[in-house]
């Protein structure tokens, strides 16, 4: 999104999808509009053929130019857009072939490349509005924390319990941390992981953060010195962040769908990568980070710490 934000520099920008995700990159792509992908009247721009609703073919009929991320039916959404009048439609699929060892954010890159917007690929930590500043603020003062505070965030959940890492594991590095920074325990909906570790924890007095709106959790780790987390949303987040962002990886491999960040480390199958791009070393990727200890975790967090 960065890159066809510099293909149409001077452009009014306006983003369709979840909100509360796009709400994430808004101010960092200068969007001025967000839209909800949820209504009732897009279901007629995925059917072949569809005599399309006159509000959203006026919509689409504004632009002169789209991006579409259009996974199933995506050649559908796109044909339906221009004939509603739409511009240029660019639709490119969101992942990548199976068969295709390629990162997802650089097939995604050349996807558009292929379509002649060319821009600057890089990994510069996601830009919050001030509504994640002052979010972040309210969420630490209620804890009587102060800014500046060194602090360790952890996330123990992802969306399959076969990425995560073993909650008493977690638990021994928290205590361990908790020595050198305040313990941020994150968690989100119908995840137990949190629970866990805060049973197990023998030192460590965490703060928690549950189950907050992504723009104010995008703002709260913002405040943090280090990031532990599994596979997850929020680990890619971190890194996206540019918090120094160590993620336990696994049954997926991190050379397609690791996070990218300017200060990362992903550690799979008792392996450490320095970089967005681990490679496997001959290893099958398919234990998930349950191999790994956590005297492997703190050796990697204890530079962070400092």
């Known amino acids: 999104m960065r890159i066809f934000r510099q293909a149409f520099p001077g452009a009014t920008l306006e983003m369709m999808g979840r909100p509360e995700r796009l709400a994430l990159v808004a101010h960092d792509l200068r969007a001025s509009l967000l839209h909800s992908i949820d209504q009732a009247e897009m279901a007629y721009f995925y059917a072949e053929e569809a005599s399309l609703p006159s509000r959203l073919s006026s919509f689409f009929f504004s632009f002169g130019a789209v991006l579409s991320f259009g996974g199933a039916g995506g050649n559908i959404l796109a044909k339906n857009m221009k004939r509603a009048g739409a511009g ?3 639709s490119i699929p969101p992942f990548p072939p199976e068969a295709l060892r390629v990162h997802l954010s650089d097939y995604l890159v050349e996807s558009l490349r292929r379509e002649g917007i060319e821009g600057e690929n890089t990994c510069a930590p ?11 603020q309210g969420f630490f003062a209620g804890w009587g924390v102060r800014e500046g505070t060194r602090m360790l965030a952890v996330h123990p959940g992802s969306g399959s319990p076969g990425k995560n890492w073993a909650p008493e594991k977690f638990a021994m590095v928290a205590d361990w941390a908790a020595e050198r920074a305040e313990i941020l325990l994150l968690s989100g909906p119908a995840e137990r992981g949190a629970e866990e570790i805060r049973k197990a924890m023998k030192k460590a007095s965490p703060l928690v953060a549950d189950t907050l709106p992504l723009v104010r959790l995008a703002g709260v780790l913002k405040w943090s010195r280090a990031y532990l987390g599994n596979d997850s949303g929020i680990t890619h987040l971190a890194a996206s962040l540019g918090v120094p962002t160590v993620a336990l990886f696994g049954p997926t491999d991190p050379a397609v769908w690791g996070p990218r960040g300017i200060a990362l480390r992903i550690l799979y199958a008792g392996n450490i990568s320095p970089g967005s791009l681990p490679e ?8 998930g980070p349950m191999n790994l200890s956590p005297h492997e975790v703190i050796e990697v967090l204890t530079p962070l710490l400092k």
Do not use: F, K
């Not at 830009?127 to 972040?136: I, K, N, R, S």
């Not at 496997?280 to 234990?287: C, F, H, L, M, P």
């Open 88 to 90: 240029r439609v660019i």
């Open 126 to 136: 996601l830009e919050l509005a001030e509504e994640a500043v002052t979010g972040a």
């Open 280 to 287: 496997t070393r001959g290893r099958e990727i398919d234990s």
